[in-house]
Nanobody, 124 residues
């Protein structure tokens, strides 16, 4: 069974930074693309970023381009999302997501597996 556990969320002021982590277990981590989605209060789930199985390619949603960076450390079975220049509209629960197909590139539609999420709150 694939288990994804997010951490690193919290309260930050506008313009601040956070680094989210997602630790994965239950299968060979470095064979699978990983990604991040978010859900703001009262809104649907939104694609943020994803990274290919080998870390060689990444994809970003419009809200993330130029401010967020996704990267992975396969030795630690962990994918990260670096959040910079945060805005109040970035306030959301951020979810880690994993593809079910091995050796694929970054995705924009969600894969099969989800973590429980970590809350990011950006104050104005």
């Amino acid at each position: 069974q694939v288990l994804l556990v997010e951490s690193g969320g919290g309260l930050v002021q506008t313009g601040g930074s956070l680094r989210l982590s997602c630790a994965a277990s239950g299968r060979t981590f470095d064979n699978y693309a990983m990604g991040w989605f978010r859900q703001a209060p009262g809104k649907g789930r939104e694609f943020v970023a994803s990274i290919s199985w080998n870390g060689g390619d990444a994809s970003y949603g419009d809200s993330a381009k130029g401010r967020f960076t996704v990267f992975r450390d396969n030795a630690k079975n962990t994918v990260y999302l670096q959040l910079n220049s945060l805005k109040p509209e970035d306030t959301a629960v951020y979810y880690c997501n994993a593809d079910a197909v091995s050796f694929t590139g970054p995705f924009t539609s969600p894969g099969r597996y989800w973590g429980k999420g970590t809350l990011v709150t950006v104050s104005s």
